[in-house]
C-alpha cells in the first residue's frame, strides 16, 4: 500500500507541475481536460482541474464529470474512488462567467436535471467515494464534497453554500445531505446566511471527517480509498447500502423537491435582482417576488 500511495502522491506531483507550465504552452498545444480521470491500482481518481479558476464548474465539467463517473463505475476492476481538485482549491462551485447561462437554449428544467445526474451516480455508487478537499468548497463544489462517502480536508478548508446572495437554492443535494451530515440547525445556517465555515467547525460538526497536513492530503485519501479496495467488494457495497438506509432515500427524495424549488426560483425579480447587483457591483434590493 506505501508503495501505490508514494506512486499516487508523485503522479499528483507530476500533475501539478504540468498545470503550472501551461501558461508556457504554444498556441498549437491542446490544453489538458478539465477533469482527469485515472486509476492507481484499484482505486479511480477524479480531479478537478481548472486550478485557475479554483476549479469553478463549466458545462464541460460536469458532462466530464458524468462521463468519468460513469467509467469509473463500470469498471470491475475500481473497488473505491478519490475525488480531488488540482491547484489550491477542491472547486470554487460554478463559474460566475457563466451563472444563468444556457446552451442550446434548453430550460432550467433540463440544465439542473443534468447536473443531479451526476450527483445522483455518486449518492447512488456501490463503490465508496473518498473526497480530498482544500481552499474553496463553495457551492456546487461543497455539494460534491457532500455526495461523497469520507471527507479528508486541509486545515484551509472554507466551506459555503452561497445559493441564497443569488435568490437561490441548493440545487443537487446539499440541503438533503447537509441535513442528514450535520444536523437541521447546522445545515440552515449555513443555506440561509450562505456564509463559509472554516475546516476545524466543519470538523466539530462532523460535516469533514478527517484534518491532515497539506503535503499528506492526497496520501491519506488515497490510503482510506485504498484499504476499502482491498476488502470483499459485495460486502463493501452492501454496507454502504445499509448505512444508507437512514437518509439515503430521504435525500434522493429531496434533491427532486430541490429541483422543483429552483427552477421556481429562477422565475423571481429578486433572482434578476441578484443578477443586476452583481454585474452593477451594487448591494441587492430584494423585495421578495
Not at 105 to 115: P, V
Request: hydrophobic letters at 40%; proline letters at 3%; one cysteine or more.
Amino acid at each position: 500500500m506505501r508503495a501505490c500511495c508514494d506512486r499516487f502522491r508523485r503522479s499528483c506531483h507530476a500533475l501539478n507541475s504540468q498545470v503550472r507550465q501551461k501558461s508556457g504552452r504554444t498556441n498549437g498545444e491542446k490544453m489538458p481536460s478539465s477533469v482527469l480521470v485515472e486509476r492507481r491500482g484499484r482505486v479511480g481518481i477524479v480531479s478537478l482541474n481548472r486550478p485557475e479558476r479554483h476549479n469553478a464548474m463549466t458545462d464541460e465539467m460536469t458532462a466530464l464529470m458524468r462521463s468519468g463517473f460513469a467509467e469509473l463505475l463500470a469498471d470491475p476492476q475500481i473497488r473505491s474512488l478519490v475525488v480531488r481538485g488540482e491547484g489550491k482549491s477542491f472547486c470554487s462551485g460554478r463559474d460566475t462567467t457563466v451563472l444563468g447561462t444556457r446552451v442550446h437554449d434548453e430550460g432550467h428544467f433540463t440544465f439542473l436535471r443534468r447536473g443531479q445526474e451526476v450527483r445522483m451516480s455518486m449518492y447512488e455508487s456501490p463503490k465508496p467515494i473518498v473526497a480530498a478537499l482544500r481552499g474553496y468548497a463553495i457551492g456546487g463544489g461543497a455539494e460534491i464534497a457532500l455526495a461523497c462517502d469520507i471527507r479528508v480536508a486541509t486545515a484551509d478548508l472554507q466551506m459555503a453554500l452561497p445559493e441564497i446572495n443569488f435568490g437561490l437554492v441548493t440545487d443537487t443535494g446539499g440541503s438533503q445531505a447537509l441535513t442528514a451530515i450535520a444536523g437541521p440547525s447546522r445545515a440552515k445556517y449555513m443555506i440561509l446566511t450562505g456564509r463559509k465555515v472554516d475546516a476545524q467547525t466543519l470538523l466539530n460538526w462532523g460535516a469533514i471527517d478527517f484534518i491532515v497536513e497539506d503535503d499528506k492530503l492526497e496520501e491519506t485519501a488515497f490510503e482510506i480509498a485504498e484499504e476499502i479496495a482491498s476488502k470483499p467488494p459485495v460486502a463493501v457495497a452492501m454496507g454502504k447500502q445499509l448505512i444508507e438506509l437512514v437518509y439515503g432515500s430521504t435525500i434522493r427524495s429531496g434533491i427532486r423537491q430541490e429541483l422543483i424549488a429552483q427552477v421556481a426560483l429562477f422565475g423571481t425579480e429578486d433572482y434578476k435582482e441578484a443578477g443586476s447587483a452583481r454585474r452593477e457591483k451594487r448591494k441587492p434590493d430584494f423585495k421578495g417576488r
